[in-house]
């Protein structure tokens, strides 16, 4: 536990003396930031409008108006920048060698992905917990249902942590960050579209399909529904990311 | 101390190790010598870890470096070729942390790294940057990090690579004050290395075992001529067929106003050669036994003249 604990520091650290971090998180704050307003601004003008009419009036709900978007857009984002979050992970180490001081210590490779793994998952949490707190806002001029908000966010966390499992797989598969960045991302947009081929596939590969879409698995998270497949669904994901790397790691070094 | 028995390791169909067998003994610094590409860095990733032998066995201090890596690597210390630094931290950052990861109790980690600063001689750059310090200081920052940990076994990769003369020297004062409770293993591909710094030597080429032993043995093994330089006032090449008279003597070359006798080892000519000298009046001035070095070993190791 002290080594995972022990890699997880200088990671975390390493993030946050280099821009990476400092980059990707504002640029994710700014841009979540800019829909979080569109979207009030837009519940503002329609609730304007509907406040003549009371029977309107009473369907206005912030939740679905405002966060169930807000959490959509949010994931496209997130999308977009976790494959630059993982990418050094392995990628670097290998370009400057520092891979044989940790291969060649007394610790072991799961521990040595965890400690990364978790290190990413900070930074994950960093950004998710700065946006937020835009809904401070909200709650301090609306009265929107606080539950739904937090299984948005659990939603988001879970997903981004699914994104990062696959994106520290692609870093550990090559000594290049922008490849790294770049299969991650390809990938992960793939695995996000993919109940588009269920639309045409039939029986058992359209479940099959829409099981592995992101996608699907995120829809159901945003409208407030916790799904027990969903968490099982994400969880899978982490895993298998993070076995795939154990696997590329071992078979590096026997090859 | 060190044990390899019939290592082997294929890259694909290429084989970079080929059947090695040598010991190290507890204590001593051995130099592991060969012309690049022989071998040297896969035989030393092998021991320390880093990778997997094809074939064969290894041990150090009794572990099997297979079987229990992780006893190996605890008792260990390792300096990669490429010294593994992170640019971005500073010497004490990047020291604590592989104090850390070296499982060094958290009690003791501060003493481990002031010790291994000290040891290594770092204290002007410790809070520097790594990316910001010279080249002999990172190599430096490498030997600390192979040391934090007191390992009874180092392992160092082409130590003094890179490195300008004064550097050179000081590298291998630090390796040669690190030794007694520690055994050392050096790789290197310069001979000068060997001789001023190592008890022993382990000579590979292409992967093979040429030679194995400490410094006296080896050279007595290969030493079977001996050669001396003579310099007269007078004469020059005319002489040689009157030396060639001289009992004994095998062979007699005129080289940089110089001669060069040889004969074989077993009967010593040098008595009989001065007596010539000082009857026919040249004017003896110099007698310089030439010492077999181990660059002539080498060299003729490396060129096949001498199987094991």
């Known amino acids: ?35 979080f307003q569109s979207l009030m601004w837009w519940f503002n003008t329609q609730s304007m409008q509907m406040a003549r009419n009371p029977q309107y009036y009473q369907q206005l709900n912030i939740n679905q108006m405002v966060y169930s978007p807000l959490f959509h857009n949010i994931s ?43 290190a990413s998952l900070f930074v994950l949490l960093v950004m998710l917990g700065l946006n937020g707190l835009l809904s401070l806002f909200t709650f301090a001029y609306g009265n929107p249902e606080l539950a739904p908000i937090l299984n948005g966010y659990l939603g988001l966390f879970l997903m981004g942590a699914a ?41 058992m590969w359209r479940d099959v399909l829409n099981y592995l ?8 998270m945003t409208r407030g529904i916790l799904d027990t497949t969903d968490l099982v669904y994400y969880l899978s994901m982490v895993i298998f990311g993070l076995f795939l790397t154990h696997s590329v790691i071992q078979s590096r070094r026997w090859r | 101390m060190i044990e390899v028995e019939h290592l082997n390791k294929k890259y694909g169909d290429l084989e970079a190790v080929r059947n090695l067998n040598f010991k190290v003994d507890e204590g001593k610094i051995w130099g592991l010598l060969g012309p690049n590409a022989a071998g040297k860095t896969t035989t030393m990733r092998i021991l320390t870890g880093y990778l997997p032998a094809t074939d064969g066995k290894a041990s150090v201090a009794g572990f099997d470096v297979f079987e229990q890596p992780n006893e190996v690597k605890k008792i260990m210390g390792y300096l990669p070729e490429v010294v593994p ?17 070296k499982q060094i109790p958290s009690a003791k980690r501060k003493d481990a790294l002031e010790k291994a600063i000290e040891t290594a001689g770092l204290e002007v750059v410790r809070k520097r ?16 990090q192979a040391l934090i940990h007191d390992p009874r076994v180092l392992i160092l990769d082409e130590p003094t690579i890179g490195l300008d003369p004064a550097q050179i020297i000081e590298i ?9 409770e520690r055994t050392i293993m050096l790789s290197t591909h310069i001979l000068a290395e060997v001789t001023q710094t190592c008890d022993g030597v382990v000579i590979i080429r292409d992967g093979r075992l040429m030679a194995s032993g400490s410094l006296v043995e080896l050279t007595a093994s290969v ?86």
């Open chain 1, 1 to 35: 536990m002290s080594n995972i604990w022990a890699i997880c520091k200088k990671e975390v650290k390493t993030y946050f003396t280099s821009p990476i971090a400092y980059v990707a998180i504002t640029v994710f704050l700014v841009l979540s930031g800019f829909f």
């Open chain 1, 76 to 118: 496209i984002v997130l999308l977009l920048m976790i494959p630059l979050i993982t990418m050094r992970l392995f990628a670097d180490e290998k370009r400057i060698k520092t891979d044989e001081l940790l291969y060649t210590s007394p610790i072991s490779i799961n521990q040595i992905i965890l400690g990364k793994y978790f």
């Open chain 1, 163 to 203: 994104f990062m499992g696959i994106g520290i797989f692609f870093s550990s598969l090559t000594e290049n960050q922008i490849v790294a960045a770049v299969l991650t991302f390809g990938a992960l947009l793939l695995f996000w579209i993919l109940n588009w081929a269920s639309y045409s596939a039939s029986g």
């Open chain 1, 213 to 220: 879409s992101f996608f699907q698995h995120f829809d159901d």
């Open chain 2, 85 to 101: 630094l992170y640019p971005d931290m500073t010497v004490d950052e990047y020291l604590a942390f592989v104090a850390e990861i």
């Open chain 2, 129 to 144: 940057l790594i990316k910001n310090i010279s080249r002999g200081f990172k190599q430096r920052v490498g030997i600390a």
């Open chain 2, 172 to 180: 291998r004062q630090l390796i040669r004050s690190l030794k007694g």
């Open chain 2, 223 to 308: 030493k079977d001529k001996e050669r001396m330089t003579v310099k007269l006032k007078s004469g020059g090449e005319e002489l040689i067929p009157h030396f060639m008279n001289i009992p004994g003597t095998e062979k007699v070359l005129w080289e940089n106003d110089e001669f060069v006798f040889e004969w074989s080892a077993d009967k010593d000519i040098r008595e009989n050669v001065a007596r010539y000298c000082v009857e026919k009046e040249l004017g003896l001035i110099e007698m310089k036994p030439h010492m077999m070095s181990i660059e002539d070993l080498y060299l003729k190791i490396v060129s096949g003249d001498v199987a094991q």
